[in-house]
């Protein structure tokens, strides 16, 4: 496995062996390390200690018991299974809709407008995306009228915008341009030349995909996809708006415990923040098992 | 000179008097008159517990027609020297927040600092709590919060009492005895109704259960965290065989109406109610009322506010201010003016009944064209704080298994 | 790994030209669905926003006749500015000297980038808001310390989306080799950097100065707690969000905004010269 090694530099002389294992380079990472320690983790410490309070202010690890509540389970459940979904199909097709404007032989000012397009559609989440979709697929929305008066009426054949599926498909708005954001510079550094070569031996487009494009892109693709999840996981306007917090997401449920009208536990929405910590760092362990697979590929 | 004497005393003194004078608002007509222009307040930079109202010619607008006492205008110095005031939750389409932020601009030169409109109760106490040692302008003076907040917020020592001139007025039930916290203004539960979609329009709680509505009746909020919402639960339990005590018939009917089909997840906007996506929304008649005048003057489909014939509820809202207030005299000036007549009628303009209400009435300080203005709420109850606590812990917990994540 | 190959040769020229045909036809197809899928719930926006009557565009002319909105639009510019700039200033050195010298430590870095997923932006702002209202840290009570405090906060937002953006444009360039050659060539690290590294990156830097300045321009709750009130969030916000037509009117504005932003970024962006492609993926 792919180890830290000091640069080969003639004349230079090899770092000396710290206690760590790898060398004193990780003191490159210290200004990283110290503002996400200074305007991150120490502001949101407090987040910690309040999880192992009750509303009296007294220590208890009730909080985290109470997390294995069917109702919490079920908010992490959900979660899980829009933010995936959404992930994969969000990565699917942003990927398509990227490598159509950079390699599809398309003007170069589709690809300019579709970059700065998802700029914005990138942050189109929230209200006004739920509005939008609302007035768009709502039960009266425009184009749900427009389908009734050609007969096909989309709420009488199981579409519905207030499910599970309905949020999905609002999610992807903001995933799609996400993914081609993420993944432009990987199809740009597809080179041609390969293409051209792999033609050239005789392979067909699908086996120059599998073989060489694919594997090249993948461990790009795996970690766009894992943005695309927290992405989705850590989303909560959108949901909240469209369906009024009766699927139920983390999110949300962390909100009307910390923020609401209506007195409530702080200390568990704290505590679910933290289920939300330890989600994130197994997605990131299997995501990470998954990239060194692919870039053992790379490296032979 | 009898008003400094009083002062003087010590407080228990004072304190048993102002119980025993509960009474007649005459005599307290005839306190005020006796008063005007002698006393004075010490220091209003000190927290005081129990203090005697600080002018006592404060039936008028403060600062308006010179009989203001001393202490007044006492207060509106210190308030100027101080120059800000900064507030939070206070959207400017809500009672009519918006002019009563100009007025007081306007009329004291002071600056105001709006912090988040679309905060929430639970995020103003935050404020407070997360702006403890700071004296910037992220730091509230004043808070609105629902009723269950008060004395919690009080309990955990986050509030500086202060008794405003016209606190006779106030309802006991609506306010602490300290001064902590005390009602600002009340609403009634209303269906808002669009008539371009809705031809037949619901009169009571019975009738939104009917097949004609399906996909039609939605909520302001989630009752898991709005207030609004909450007390929509709370206020369908009235109309269906419930009681103040007992809001579970109130979940019932809603778990009726989602199993019908008939309400809408949607959180119901006025934009969603004007494009006829939720045609039938329960909110405050405040709140509705003023959605139609906007509604109106855009050319919008005409609305129609609807109160209840049963189930008629009323929900409180309280106003304090933070013991850690940067700017204390100015937040003083500010409770001075809301519950000075001119700022309660302020507030009777954007619908909401001032909490001083009965008051004004009684005294014929209400235009008349205001008054025909307001919604009709006759029987409304309100329900006290425990019974507020206990059916808001019902509604909270059972609600996921009333309207389950199987929406139609 | 030639085997495969070797099995298939076929003619190279007609099918590269049929090829490229189908390829264009494909290409246009998708993204004709994606632009269909963009565009159509912003008409339904749009027809919303013009139901207002007699004057179909009463709900725009509102917004605009608010002195307070360019202003706005100009202060959340400018502080997304700044944070793009610290923000890459701290996400490529430490990207690039991941992959570098400590790939060990790269679930750990990434990690940390992706925290801000899970913070709930209230959370965030109330936990900056004790830590630096009180001495000797004291910024909250200056504009200046308000509005550093509301930068350090931008950044951390955008950790995930920077992180990623140059991650990936690393990945496709040959760092190990780049960084070689010209410690051959005697450079130092801030000249590899300068002159090598970021130069190579500019597809992934301009995303993810889009991914941030569309967060910058968004963002409210963060911006409302620390009173900036003249960022444009807020601005928003005091609208009234119980306006009948007055919300859609506004997400277009704001929509159309910052793609002119993001457009006046590209055009900054953009290369003078060819750009040349120093190397791919191994």
Redesign the interface.
Known sequence: MADATTVRDRGAVTAPRSPFGFGWSWLGLVPFFLFSAAFMFLPVSFLVFGSLQDSAGSMTLQNYRDLSRPDIVNAFANSIEISAITAIVGGLFGFLLAYAVILGGLPSFFRTSLMTFSGVASNFAGVPLALAFIFTFGQLGIMTVLLRGIGLDPYQHGFSLYNKVGLEVVYLYFQFPLMVLIIAPAIDGLRRDWREAAENLGASPREYWRRVALPILMPSILGATILLFGNAFGAQATAFQLTGGTIPIVTNVIGAQIRGDVLHNPGLGYAMAMGMVVIMAISISIYTVLQRRSERWLRS | MRCNLKLENPPLTRNHRLFRTVAPTAVLAMLFAACSGGASSPAASQPPASQAPASQGASQAPGGSGSGGADLTKLIADAKAEGTL?TIAL????CNYGEAIDTFKSTYGLQV???????????EV??I???K??????APDVID??L??GP?AKSEDLLMPYKVATWESIPTSAKDPDGAWYGDYYGVLSFEVNTA?IQNIPQDWADLLKPEYK?KV??A??P?????A?QAVYAAALANGGSLDNAQPGLDFFKKLNDSGNL????A?????????TPITIRWTY?AL??RD??AA???PKIEVVVPKSGRFAGVYVQAISKYAPHPNAAKLWMEFLYSDEGQNIWLKGYCHPIRYEDLVKNNKVPQEQLSKLPDVTGAVFPSLDQL?TA?KLI?TKW?DT?????? | MRSWLQLRRRPVKGRTERGRQRARRWASLVFLIGVLYFVVPLIGTFLHSIRTRPDIFLAYRQVFADSKFLEGLRYSFVVGVITIVVSLAIIVPTAYWVRLKVPRLRPVVEFVTLMPFVIPPVVLVFGLIRIYSAKPLALTSTNFGSDLLLVAAYVVLSFPYMYRAVDVGLASMDVRVLTEAAQSLGAGWSRILLRVIFPNLRTSLLSGAFLTLAIVIGEYTIANFLARTQAFGPYLSLLGRNQPYQPAAVSLISFGLTWLAMGMIAFLGRSSRQRVQVAGAR
């Open positions: 900064t959207p400017h389409d809500w600092n709006e912090l988040d409109p679309n905060a929430g109760s639970g995020d935050e404020a709590k997360a702006n040692g700071s004296t910037g302008p992220q919060v629902g269950s907040f919690s979609v996909g939605a909520l909020g989630d898991r965290v709005s207030n609004q909450i809408v997840p949607v959180i906007t006025a934009a969603t109610v004007a494009s006829g996506e709140n003023s959605n906007t509604t855009s050319g919008g606590n808001s909270t996921n309207v389950g994540a199987d929406i139609k």
